[in-house]
């Protein structure tokens, strides 16, 4: 074994990957979704895990490495090429190098043609949002108000939104693409979607999200492409009650957001599912520096949202703001999923919210309001 390791050929790392298609990679070794709404995404690939929805997506870092990242599995289900062999083909680092050079026809001691660079990712582009971005989610918002808008606004009334929270936040309708002619770059229409709007701390429209009802797969959103406007990241909810407290509750997406806000709370849903950056923190510093608010974050019950919550917490920290963690007192439930099943949520949390704003507590679980699990 010893001299067989002395033999093994010494591969450029850097070489292995560049002559390493992630994508067909992937295709090769985890079962490729057969259909996606936007960009390609897989089952994981990991044994343990029975992703029964494609949650593996590919991008390329900003040293224009590819990888790859399943967003329903734990921390360690991702990583590069070479993390794929590893985990697929249980071999050590040094033989899924092995493997990677010899599927690429890489040859000991023989030149081989030279690499096709992968080009770097080009810097973040903010791009103005086009009107007709505009013009769709006003179109959307007339429909639901109509007979074709029926289904979406009986969808939207079971996740407990009134018509009054609908109406204050242009919430509307896309009866999907057979029905409503759209502009290149809208949302797909696929099938029917709720469409929520992204609005400004002054109730403008800024973005807007294409919530399918009966999605395909995984994928539940639709954007506008990034031509017609860049995703800002962060949407503002508009309570129709009085606010409650100087908390600003911090949720995973718009609808989390918008139940919030029908409590009374003032609130914001980061859009996207990766985790949030530091544009997103400096915008969430800056409204809490303006109107004097306590930031806190109501996550999802379960491992994505915790890591979610713990790492948004240590952006806001670098800039000397205190991040107060909630969770709802459930596995796998969301603020919009906790009020459904408990009416009086917001009566169970706002003691919490009180007290995290005294303490500067990191995370409290309501169903153990007397455990702090450290600061953040």
């Known amino acids: 074994m010893?001299?067989?390791a002395q033999r093994r050929p010494r591969w450029e790392i850097t070489d292995v990957l560049a002559r390493t298609d992630l994508a067909a990679l992937l295709d090769q070794l985890a079962e490729p979704a057969t259909y996606t709404i936007r960009g390609r995404r897989w089952h994981c690939p990991m044994s343990d895990h029975d992703d029964q929805h494609a949650s593996v997506t590919l991008h390329t870092d900003h040293r224009g490495h590819e990888r790859w990242r399943c967003w329903s599995g734990d921390n360690?289900?991702?990583?590069?090429?070479?993390?794929?062999?590893t985990s697929t083909q249980h071999v050590n680092r040094a033989e899924a190098i092995d493997w990677l050079a010899h599927r690429?026809?890489?040859?000991?001691?023989?030149?081989?043609?030279?690499?096709?660079r992968k080009p770097r990712p080009a810097a973040t582009r903010i791009v103005p949002l086009d009107p007709v971005v505009v013009r769709y989610a006003q179109g959307c918002e007339r429909i639901l108000w109509t007979s074709a808008g029926a289904p979406v606004r009986d969808w939207l009334h079971a996740r407990g939104f009134s018509d009054d929270l609908l109406r204050a936040n242009h919430v509307g309708a896309d009866p999907g693409r057979t029905m409503m002619h759209r502009q290149r770059g809208l949302p797909y229409g696929a099938s029917t979607a709720a469409t929520f709007p992204a609005l400004t701390p002054d109730g403008e429209i800024?973005?807007?999200?294409?919530?399918?009802?009966?999605?395909?797969?995984?994928?539940k959103y639709d954007n506008p492409a990034g031509s017609l406007g860049s995703n800002p990241r962060v949407a503002w909810s508009r309570s129709i009650r009085p606010a409650q407290g100087g908390a600003l509750i911090v949720c995973e997406g718009i609808p989390d957001a918008l139940t919030a806000a029908h409590a009374g709370f003032r609130s914001v849903g980061i859009l996207g599912s990766q985790v949030p950056d530091a544009r997103v923190a400096?915008?969430?510093?800056?409204?809490?520096?303006?109107?004097?608010?306590?930031?806190v974050a109501i996550v999802d019950a379960d491992p994505a949202g915790r890591r979610w919550g713990e790492h948004l917490a240590g952006l806001l920290g670098t800039r000397d703001h205190t991040l107060t963690v909630v969770e709802p007192p459930g596995d796998g439930l969301d603020l919009?999923?906790?009020a459904l099943r408990d009416p009086d949520w917001a009566a169970t949390a706002i003691p919490l919210?009180?007290?995290?704003?005294?303490?500067?507590?990191a995370r409290r679980t309501p169903s153990r309001p007397d455990i702090g699990l450290g600061a953040g």
Do not use: K
């Open 104 to 116: 690429a026809g890489m040859i000991p001691d023989q030149a081989l043609p030279p690499i096709t």
């Open 206 to 219: 800024a973005y807007v999200q294409a919530r399918y009802l009966q999605p395909v797969g995984s994928d």
């Open 282 to 295: 400096e915008r969430l510093a800056g409204q809490a520096d303006a109107g004097r608010h306590q930031l």
């Open 2 to 4: 010893a001299d067989q």
């Open 76 to 85: 360690t289900h991702r990583g590069d090429a070479i993390d794929l062999v």
């Open 353 to 361: 919210l009180v007290r995290a704003a005294g303490d500067g507590a």
């Open 336 to 338: 919009n999923s906790w």
